[in-house]
């Protein structure tokens, strides 16, 4: 079972140090131009291991990630009407292509 994870950027002032982040989760991105790196660390334990990092002496701050709080499942949608016309031609035409007619010209 995959274990559960949750990101963080941690901004730095030397990218060379960014080495000694990998024994605290994945490392994801390393952003040569801005200094910093985004990471996933285990969610039972982001309190602690954001503690830790930001006592570091390269680390200037470090972020939580929100992405894990935006929702993905969107029900109230409003649907494409020209889609739907679409959708509307295509099953005519299969339809009577099925039936052995000759589909219609447009």
Same mark, same amino acid.
């Given at each position: 079972?995959r ?7 941690v ?7 960014? @080495?000694? #982040? +990998?024994?605290f ?7 040569? @131009? #801005? ?8 969610a ?7 503690e +830790?990092?930001? +006592? #570091?002496?390269? &680390?200037?701050?470090?972020? +939580?990630?929100? @992405?894990?709080?935006?929702p993905? &499942? ?8 020209a889609?739907?016309?679409?959708y ?13 007619? #000759?589909?219609?010209? &447009?």
């Amino acid at each position: 079972m995959r274990e559960h994870r949750l990101g963080i950027a941690v901004f730095v002032k030397n990218i060379k140090s960014a @080495r000694n #982040l +990998r024994k605290f989760g994945n490392v994801h991105f390393i952003s040569r @131009r #801005l200094n910093y790196i985004t990471m996933y660390v285990p969610a039972d334990t982001i309190d602690q291991t954001i503690e +830790r990092i930001s +006592r #570091l002496d390269f &680390v200037t701050r470090v972020e +939580r990630s929100h @992405r894990h709080e935006i929702p993905t &499942v969107y029900d109230n949608a409003k649907p494409d009407k020209a889609k739907e016309i679409d959708y509307k031609m295509e099953e005519q035409q299969i339809i009577s292509i099925i039936k052995g007619e #000759l589909p219609a010209e &447009v």
